[in-house]
């Protein structure tokens, strides 16, 4: 049987190999979330599909970013690359998050942390530096549109990162170094308090390398602060404040190099919560203040003078956000909600020279407030109805309402068949709107909606579980840069058509091997950059004494690197394996090796990605 069932994992993606650990936190049979539905829910009750990470999986393989490891682990997700560490901003920077083929580049993907979105507010996108693992106890990904509780920017799903809190009484402190190929060097320090009601955690990361092309080094500084305190058994209060700093230089692609391109760049989010929990009732009020500081030489070609002025920015997203959920009678859960954001942007160009600011190329800002409902009911013990509905009123592109609905049947004691149809949106950006040529003040939202349909169940007491789900995606009212009589505009004209199928399969197979395997196909009516037609991973672990391993395998097909009239598109295969030794109580030795293939390919047009590379290090716990 289990000679079978590796055979049959493996077959799924057309792979000969295997590679990293199932994560039991990730796939367990009471499974409880978050982010479909604000209040703590066992997953087997929501209609929508979501993938939960926890520590364990993102710490295994040593990795500073939380977001190689959900590209991973997350079956329709993607994380562009361009070198072994930093993944910058501005021209060739990396770091988008796709979710069938819908990118947090575009605005169309949103990450949250605990709940508040983050993102650029002159460019509406991610900045992937900023995800650090010292902050995440579990990331949970919603596959599919959640606009109905947060809003704009969350057509393509959400990456929801929940923060780390200290529950039993101490004193744990954690340092974790590394070094390897390139000159690369990492470190972490994590400090955590308990003490009766109070809690607290302080953590901070230093990183830098020079990557494999010249003119590529990148360094970052981190750090994480989180103080709460339990009032009661109802009641509990926390503040936390996160800091990235990175500087990055940009050596241009391959076929047209550029010098003098560098990037500084700071991203901070403060935030402070009251949450509420009862046996009948739940919800919080929270605050939060969303920053950037950026400063960037654009840098020159080798025939061009250099730049006289770097480029610079600020921005910042402030907002409050308010729910309650309740349930009034059994089987009931209804969940009211409202959510206010004030977005600000700035952008202008300094002198080198001189240091004088110039004229400001746009300082804008823009409001949303918003209030949702949502309404989930069992019907019968195998049966649960939900549905929901949002308002959205945004300052400059108008009022949008926003509706799902979803059905799970569960047909089995230990499997579930869902249904979902959701829309999805996203405000046009301050940028869109205002600033340089394109920009057009009478954008309105672009608007999408999702279908799919979903099974998931657990096997043999739960040590092997699987789910498939196929989707499909049909949106307008893109947002496109469209040549007019007057030049070039942004405009409402684009469409997209995506479906697809995501598997996975997770087997507990002893109490020393796991392995987990999981797919994705992708249908593009439209091609777009950055998402894959196929994505399969397979992961394998071993725990054994003192010593852990885990590999995994990644295999890409179809990668569009360029569109248009000249296609191009990449496959390759990546093979890593993380071997780790406990010393002793406080030591654990690691070393890691990635691309043991050596497979030469890109990600980024113009942007060759490193050959095989190694780091190594310790784990120090006190």
């Not at 770097?310 to 308010?322: C, E, K, Q």
């Not at 657990?458 to 499909?472: E, P, Q």
């Amino acid at each position: 049987m289990k000679r079978f069932l590796i055979t049959v994992s493996l077959a799924a993606t057309g792979l000969p190999c295997a590679a990293s650990p199932a994560d039991s936190t990730a796939h367990g049979i009471d499974e409880v979330v978050v982010t479909g539905t604000r209040n703590s829910t066992d997953i087997r009750h929501l209609p929508m599909t979501v993938s939960v990470i926890g520590r364990d999986k993102l710490t295994e393989k040593q990795r500073n970013n939380v977001l190689p490891t959900l590209s991973e682990q997350v079956p329709g997700l993607f994380v562009t690359a361009r070198s072994m560490a930093g993944y910058a901003v501005s021209d060739g920077a990396a770091g988008n998050i796709s979710m069938r083929g819908l990118g947090s580049s575009a605005g169309r993907l949103l990450v949250l942390i605990d709940g508040h979105p983050q993102y650029q507010g002159i460019f509406g996108h991610s900045i992937s530096d900023s995800y650090q693992t010292l902050m995440t106890e579990q990331v949970e990904v919603l596959r599919g549109p959640a606009s109905v509780l947060y809003g704009s920017n969350a057509m393509g799903g959400v990456v929801n990162i929940v923060t780390r809190k200290m529950t039993a009484d101490g004193t744990k402190t954690d340092i974790n170094v590394g070094a390897g190929s390139y000159g690369t060097f990492q470190s972490e320090l994590t400090n955590r308090i308990r003490k009766g009601k109070f809690y607290s955690i302080l953590a901070g990361q230093y990183s830098r390398t020079d990557n494999h092309r010249r003119r590529m080094d990148f360094e970052q500084y981190g750090g994480y602060m989180k103080l709460g305190y339990d009032m009661s058994a109802n009641w509990t209060a926390y503040a936390d404040a996160d800091i990235t700093h990175f500087n990055a230089s940009y050596p241009g692609s391959v076929q047209t190099p550029m010098y003098d391109a560098r990037q500084w760049v700071t991203r901070g989010v403060v935030s402070a919560a009251v949450e509420n929990r009862y046996d009948r009732t739940s919800g919080a009020i929270s605050a939060y203040y969303n920053f950037g500081r950026h400063k960037i030489n654009d840098g020159h070609k080798i025939d061009e003078e250099p730049k006289k002025n770097y480029f610079r920015s600020d921005d910042a997203m402030m907002g409050i956000s308010l729910y309650q959920s309740v349930r009034l009678f059994h089987g009931n859960r209804i969940t009211v909600g409202a959510d206010m954001q004030h977005i600000y942007g700035k952008a202008w160009n300094k002198v080198i020279a001189t240091g004088e600011d110039l004229a400001p190329i746009g300082d804008e800002s823009e409001n949303d407030i918003a209030a949702y409902a949502d309404f989930r009911q069992d019907i019968t013990t195998w049966l649960t109805v939900d549905a929901g509905i949002r308002a959205d009123h945004h300052s400059q592109a108008g009022t949008e309402w926003i509706p799902q609905g979803g059905l799970v049947f569960r047909t089995t004691r230990n499997g579930e068949l869902k249904a979902m149809a959701g829309k999805g949106y996203r405000n046009p950006t301050i940028r869109e709107m205002y600033f340089w040529r394109p920009a057009n003040s009478d954008l309105r939202p672009e608007r999408m909606m999702n279908y799919e349909v979903s099974w998931k169940q657990r096997l043999m007491d739960g040590a092997l579980r699987y789910g498939v789900n196929v989707f499909y995606i049909n949106g307008d009212n893109l947002i496109q840069n469209v040549m007019t009589d007057n030049g070039p505009k942004f405009i409402n004209t684009g469409t997209i058509e995506n479906s697809g199928i995501e598997a996975e399969l997770s087997w507990n197979i002893d109490s020393h091997w796991t392995l987990n395997n999981n797919y994705s196909l992708l249908h593009m009516h439209n091609k777009v950059i950055a998402s894959p037609e196929f994505k399969s991973f397979i992961g394998g672990g071993y725990t054994g004494g003192r010593w852990k391993a885990n590999a995994g395998l990644q295999y890409i097909r179809g990668l569009y690197t360029e569109t248009g009239t000249a296609e191009t598109k990449e496959d390759f295969c990546l093979l890593d394996l993380t071997v780790s030794y406990e010393a002793c109580r406080s030591i654990t030795l690691w070393a890691r090796g990635e691309n043991l293939l050596a497979q030469k390919y890109e990600i980024n047009r113009g942007y060759p990605m490193p050959r095989a590379t190694f780091m190594g290090g310790l784990h120090v716990r006190l």
